[in-house]
């Protein structure tokens, strides 16, 4: 009998994906194990493996199609032996995509869409017309009435490539109509208050100064959980300053002493890779601070596993050092070289992200001398690391140059308060200025 092939759940919390690639085409042979297709989630561009044996049959969703839910039916395997014709026709039991997104209620084409011009596909029954999330913002963004589109999609949903290619043959402008203000728009505050639609604060701008650009999954998943966090979290800030000149001479011998492997050194530490320890060693040391809050019970983790912040194209990600104060300094620097590399590359696994008992921020590279930042839920800390920079300090009286960096520590409060965060900060502050600590 035919065998359904579902969006897989590539992480605990995820809900919906986009096919991105198929690297297969119908009458092509599978077996299990093989690479089908890849599918981008919002942190991630992950391969999907075949389970089954059999001969592709049917692909329902195509490639690039957006926010397929979890568990609907992308394709159809005929087993061995089985006709594959018949498989294509008889498969199909599982639930599909657009039946899972049909719950928006507001989903009728804009009043002010142009009369039909051609016989819907999508709502062939007169009834709402099946389409992603993006295809109806990217349609209302061009004044084009989504009735009028035929969909490509499973079951004639409409996409996004539907969207654009109606877009480009009827020659529809891509700015909204609703942008041209009236006089007297530029004035009023409540316009921008708490869930303003996007009509009325297009209307507060100049009709074509500005284009529309689509958010993608990784910058709606940034914007969910960060207002989630301030809306959530009572934040505490400590700030303290740490001289570096002890870690930068430490650094640089060890550097210099790397044991070298076909004329490369097998590592090269940086101030990252040591503030990294140091967190881990500050949380071993204040372990009432390695915790998670729960309305029910606090978590008290066993390990400071350290997520560090990582920037790519169109937000950040946090890949996570497991274990960091077991680890040596030269494991570590390995280890960060290696997820950072695959983070810009969008190729880690939902696991080498997801969790975590707390964060670094390093701004400093960027010149940035303080900062605070968001505190990222599960974790109830997050230290943020300024650039270090040659300050005067005065030392038994008299004044001298050091290196000086300045971190703040942000603290879930309901978790740790401030004496807390002030002794873990200290603990953290020790371990910087006495590097040789973290060598034993």
Same mark, same amino acid.
């Given at each position: 009998?035919p065998?359904?092939?579902?969006?897989?759940?590539l992480?605990?919390?995820?809900?919906?994906?986009?096919?991105?690639? !198929?690297?297969?085409?119908?009458?092509?042979?599978?077996?299990?194990g093989?690479?089908?297709?890849?599918?981008?989630?919002?942190?991630?561009?992950?391969?999907?493996?075949?389970?089954?044996e059999?001969t592709?049959?049917?692909?329902?969703?195509?490639?690039g199609?957006?926010a397929?839910k979890?568990?609907?039916?992308?394709?159809?395997?005929?087993?061995?032996?089985?006709?594959?014709?018949?498989?294509a026709?008889?498969?199909?039991?599982?639930p599909?995509?657009?039946?899972a %997104?049909?719950?928006?209620?507001?989903?009728?084409?804009?009043?002010?869409?142009?009369?039909?011009?051609?016989?819907?596909?999508?709502?062939?029954?007169?009834?709402?017309?099946?389409?992603?999330?993006?295809?109806?913002?990217?349609?209302?963004?061009?004044?084009l009435?989504?009735?009028?589109?035929?969909?490509?999609?499973?079951?004639?949903?409409?996409?996004?490539?539907?969207?654009?290619?109606?877009?480009?043959?009827?020659?529809?402008?891509?700015?909204?109509?609703?942008?041209?203000?009236?006089?007297?728009a530029?004035?009023p505050?409540?316009?921008?208050?708490?869930?303003?639609?996007e009509?009325?604060?297009?209307?507060?701008?100049?009709?074509?100064?500005?284009?529309l650009?689509?958010?993608?999954?990784?910058?709606k998943?940034?914007?969910k959980?960060l207002?989630?966090?301030?809306?959530?979290?009572p934040?505490?800030y400590?700030?303290?300053?740490?001289?570096?000149?002890?870690?930068?001479?430490? &650094?640089?011998?060890?550097?210099?002493?790397a044991?070298?492997? %076909?004329?490369?050194?097998?590592?090269?530490?940086?101030?990252n890779?040591?503030?990294i320890?140091?967190?881990?060693l500050a949380?071993?040391?204040?372990?009432?601070?390695?915790?998670? !809050?729960?309305?029910?019970?606090?978590v008290?983790?066993k390990?400071?596993d350290?997520?560090?912040?990582?920037s790519?194209?169109?937000?950040?990600?946090?890949?996570?050092?497991?274990?960091?104060?077991?680890?040596?300094?030269?494991a570590?620097?390995?280890?960060?070289?290696d997820?950072?590399? &695959?983070?810009? %590359?969008?190729?880690?696994?939902?696991?080498?992200?997801?969790?975590?008992?707390?964060?670094?921020s390093?701004?400093?590279?960027?010149?940035?001398?303080?900062?605070?930042?968001?505190?990222?839920?599960?974790?109830?800390?997050?230290?943020?690391?300024g650039?270090?920079?040659? &300050?005067?300090?005065?030392?038994?009286g008299?004044?001298?140059?050091?290196n000086?960096?300045?971190v703040?520590l942000s603290t879930?409060?309901?978790a740790v308060d401030?004496a807390?965060?002030?002794?873990?900060?200290?603990?953290?502050k020790?371990?910087?200025?006495?590097?040789?600590?973290?060598?034993?």
């Open positions: 009998m065998i359904n092939i579902t969006m897989p759940a992480s605990p919390t995820m809900e919906e994906g986009n096919l991105a690639k !198929w690297l297969v085409k119908e009458g092509d042979k599978v077996k299990s093989d690479v089908i297709a890849e599918i981008e989630t919002d942190k991630a561009t992950m391969e999907v493996e075949a389970v089954d059999g592709v049959a049917k692909i329902v969703v195509p490639a199609t957006e397929v979890v568990n609907a039916l992308i394709a159809i395997l005929a087993a061995d032996g089985e006709d594959v014709a018949a498989a026709a008889g498969g199909g039991s599982a599909a995509a657009p039946k %997104e049909a719950a928006p209620a507001p989903a009728a084409a804009p009043a002010a869409a142009p009369a039909q011009t051609a016989a819907p596909a999508a709502a062939s029954s007169g009834d709402r017309v099946f389409a992603s999330p993006l295809a109806r913002r990217l349609a209302k963004e061009a004044g009435d989504l009735s009028a589109v035929s969909g490509s999609g499973p079951k004639g949903r409409v996409v996004k490539s539907d969207v654009e290619k109606a877009v480009s043959t009827s020659g529809t402008k891509s700015a909204p109509a609703p942008a041209a203000a009236p006089a007297t530029a004035a505050a409540p316009a921008l208050a708490k869930g303003a639609s009509e009325a604060v297009l209307k507060l701008f100049e009709a074509g100064s500005y284009d650009v689509p958010h993608d999954g990784m910058r998943t940034i914007a959980r207002q989630e966090s301030k809306q959530t979290i934040h505490f400590v700030s303290v300053d740490c001289e570096l000149d002890a870690l930068l001479a430490l &650094r640089a011998q060890l550097n210099d002493a044991p070298r492997k %076909e004329s490369a050194p097998t590592y090269k530490l940086s101030v890779d040591m503030v320890k140091a967190l881990a949380l071993r040391d204040v372990p009432d601070a390695n915790v998670s !809050w729960t309305d029910s019970n606090m008290k983790h390990h400071a350290v997520g560090v912040a990582v790519i194209p169109g937000g950040l990600i946090t890949p996570i050092i497991r274990k960091a104060e077991t680890k040596t300094l030269s570590i620097s390995n280890e960060m070289k997820l950072g590399k &695959r983070a810009k %590359e969008r190729k880690l696994k939902p696991e080498e992200y997801q969790g975590g008992t707390t964060a670094v390093n701004m400093g590279m960027m010149g940035v001398k303080n900062f605070a930042a968001v505190v990222n839920p599960p974790h109830a800390t997050i230290l943020a690391i650039a270090g920079e040659e &300050r005067v300090v005065v030392k038994n008299e004044m001298k140059v050091a000086v960096m300045t703040t879930d409060h309901r401030g807390l965060g002030a002794e873990l900060l200290g603990a953290f020790r371990y910087i200025e006495n590097p040789m600590g973290m060598l034993v």
